[in-house]
């Protein structure tokens, strides 16, 4: 099999676009990866060069072979109940203390295919029983929100998820579908998904009581990281939070916001 190698000049036209579109930074140590990910689309275009690919890229639609190298370029790892500790604040600093009066509203802001959505579903779910809750799931892949829609997951990702929760909300898969599990359609209902870029979300959405924006921020410099926060601040009630990942900081970006516990900030 023919093996694509990039040059300096066309990994940098990549790079660059990257982080126009989306803010992502790719370090030079990145190189091997952008090579092996975008490969297959040189073969399934039959070209040569990755040039001839950029060239072919930029002058596609946006939803085209644009978002095609966004899928490709954008790292999505999560699970159910990452980050434990998270979870606990929210059940008992959060949702334990929530007076209702209006609809609890919580946005996953990097959900990749859903398991932090539907983990978040879960326990507001259970908390807060027959009062009003939506959750919003968004990612900047179209590629992994179709999987979340789906809700459709193989059973070696569904380790975090307590029992009681599995019992109560996941369909074990039978038959061809043995070895899977779907989130159940009522609380599949309450919880929605759709594309959103970061460095520009829509004007109308929001406000939310709680944000989770986890693991994303790493792939941003200091500049990008500062206007994503500003506008995530804007999209939060008084009082509302803010969850981010345990590997980052926020530290001299944080206006608006104050500090509850480590990751966890509160809008001021």
């Given amino acids: 099999m023919y093996e694509f190698k990039i040059t300096d000049n066309e990994f940098n036209s990549f790079r660059e676009f990257i982080y126009d579109y989306a803010g992502i930074s790719l370090s030079d140590e990145k190189k091997t990866l952008v090579t092996s990910r975008l490969s297959k689309r040189l073969r399934h275009y039959s070209l040569k060069t990755f040039k001839e690919y ?12 644009r978002q095609v190298v966004v ?18 604040f929210l059940e008992k600093e959060i949702l334990a203390k929530w007076k209702g009066g209006k609809t609890f ?12 959505a539907y983990s978040i579903a879960m326990l507001v779910d259970d908390m807060l029983e027959n009062r ?21 997951y193989l059973q070696n990702r569904i380790d975090g998820i307590p029992i009681a929760f599995l019992r109560k909300y996941c369909l074990q898969g039978m038959g061809e579908h043995e070895g899977t599990l779907l989130i ?10 759709a594309p959103v870029n970061l ?28 206007q994503i ?16 990942g345990h590997s980052e900081s926020l530290k001299g970006i944080h206006d608006g916001l104050e500090t509850v516990i480590p990751t966890v900030y509160r809008k001021i």
Avoid: C
Avoid at 72 to 88: M, S
Avoid at 215 to 226: A, G, H, P, Q, S
């Fill in 132 to 152: 009003p809750w939506e959750i919003f799931g968004s990612d900047i892949s179209s590629r992994v929100l179709k999987k979340a829609q789906q809700a459709h």
């Fill in 71 to 88: 899928d490709l370029l954008t790292t999505n790892e999560t699970y159910f109940f990452r980050e434990p500790k998270h979870f606990a």
């Fill in 105 to 116: 509203r919580v946005w996953s802001a990097a959900s990749s295919t859903g398991e932090e």
């Fill in 54 to 65: 950029f060239d072919l890229m930029i002058s596609s639609p946006p939803s085209g072979e």
């Fill in 199 to 226: 460095k520009q979300p829509p004007k109308n959405l929001g406000p939310f009581d709680v944000i989770f924006l986890r693991n994303v921020l790493i792939y941003f410099d200091m500049e990008t990281k500062r």
């Fill in 184 to 193: 159940d359609k009522a609380l599949r209902q309450k919880v929605s998904f």
């Fill in 229 to 244: 926060i500003k506008q995530i601040v804007e999209k939060m009630h008084p009082d509302g939070y803010l969850f981010i």
